[in-house]
Structures are given as C-alpha cells and as structure tokens.
C-alpha cells in the first residue's frame, strides 16, 4: 500500500490550515511523480494521491476562491 509519507524520517512537507488551525493537510513532495496529501492529525493515517497535474489544477481552482 502506496503511503507516501514515510514513518522515518518524515519527508518535507508543507502544512496549511483553515485559519483556525484545526483543519491542516500537508502536502509531501517526497515522491517525484506524485503528490501524496494527508489529514495532519492522522499522521498514520491514509493519504489521498494525485498526479502533479491534478494537483497543480486543483491548486489553481482552489486559489481562485
């Protein structure tokens, strides 16, 4: 099963918040064909997985709200 967030030593990441700082995801750019996003209060948790094109496009849409 495909993670992408390594358990030692944690990759870069970054980490946003809605503000509250109750609502983080980070981001991993540990894998070069892949973007790996995870609910950062569920570091063992799963993380969803995209493209970098899907995530660039989502990123742009998101933006622009």
């Known amino acids: 099963m495909l993670r992408g ?4 030593p944690p990759p870069p990441a970054v980490r ?3 503000g509250g700082g109750t ?4 981001v991993s750019d540990s894998l070069p064909a892949l973007v790996p996003v995870r ?3 569920t570091p063992d948790g799963p ?3 995209f493209g ?4 660039s496009a989502f990123v742009g849409f998101a933006a622009g709200r």
């Open 47 to 49: 993380a969803l997985v």
């Open 52 to 55: 970098p094109s899907a995530w």
């Open 39 to 41: 609910d950062s209060k």
């Open 5 to 8: 967030f390594p358990p030692q």
């Open 16 to 18: 946003d918040s809605d």
């Open 23 to 26: 609502n983080c995801v980070e």
